[in-house]
């Protein structure tokens, strides 16, 4: 089993939509757990950060996290087509990423 | 979010030649660098672990003669490819973690290697 894996792709959501990146893990004992979007072309950006069990909201984007069922969410709400990118998750320890889930926000 | 800087941003080399590659955080000390390679399309792969004054630790599959990492100090680190080849062209990243903020890691704008 990966260490990482990400829901398969592409996802694509209509403008103003609430688009859901899902996320499992397999490190029981991970405590720490981060979201990256990375532009085509581009290096990967830090835009969620999540420590404990619950949500953890910032703008547009809310964070989920659940170590009994080892996964991890990101949420974006109103989403915009700057939004298309492919998000990347994370988790502290081992920093090797999973394929990642490419996101297309239709105008 | 803290800053991480790459030079070169692009290269493009003649195939045997050595490319280095530098890693700077610039507002923070890193005490691990990560270097990632990314294919077009493709994930990002990371190739080894530095810890500043120690040396790296490889991946599986990466070659570390080819591949040489030296992270001299809390703020620099740099990734040699020797005898590059064609088939090294990709998209070389670094990432930064330490300071305040230890548990999250920050990437560089990563430089994009050519080998003709």
């Known amino acids: 089993q990966k260490e990482v894996e990400q829901n398969s792709g592409p996802l694509s959501v209509p403008e103003g939509a609430i688009a859901s990146l899902n996320c499992t893990y397999s490190d029981r004992g991970s405590q720490s757990f981060f979201w990256y979007r990375q532009y085509s072309g581009k290096s990967p950006e830090l835009i969620m950060s999540?420590?404990?069990?619950g949500d953890k909201e910032d703008g547009r984007f809310t964070a989920q996290l659940n170590k009994a069922s080892q996964y991890v969410s990101l949420l974006i709400r109103d989403s915009q087509p700057s939004d298309s990118a492919t998000y990347l998750c994370?988790?502290?320890?081992?920093?090797?990423f999973g394929a990642g889930t490419r996101l297309t926000v239709k105008p | 979010g803290a800053v991480v800087s790459q030079h070169p941003s692009w290269v493009i080399c003649k195939s045997g030649t050595s490319v280095k590659i530098e890693c700077r955080s610039l507002d923070f000390q890193a005490t691990t660098m990560f270097w990632y390679r990314q294919f077009p399309k493709q994930s990002l792969m990371l190739m080894a672990t530095?810890?500043?004054?120690?040396?790296?630790?490889?991946e599986q599959g990466v070659e570390k003669d080819k591949f040489l990492i030296n992270h001299a100090s809390l703020t620099l680190s740099t990734l040699t490819v020797t005898s590059a080849h064609p088939e090294d062209s990709s998209f070389y990243i670094c990432?930064?973690?330490?300071?305040?903020?230890?548990?999250?890691?920050?990437f560089g704008p990563g430089t994009r290697l050519t080998v003709l």
């Open positions: 990432s930064a973690r330490g300071g305040p903020a230890y548990n999250e890691q920050f």
């Open positions: 530095s810890n500043e004054g120690s040396k790296a630790t490889y």
């Open positions: 999540i420590y404990s069990n």
């Open positions: 994370a988790v502290k320890g081992d920093m090797r």
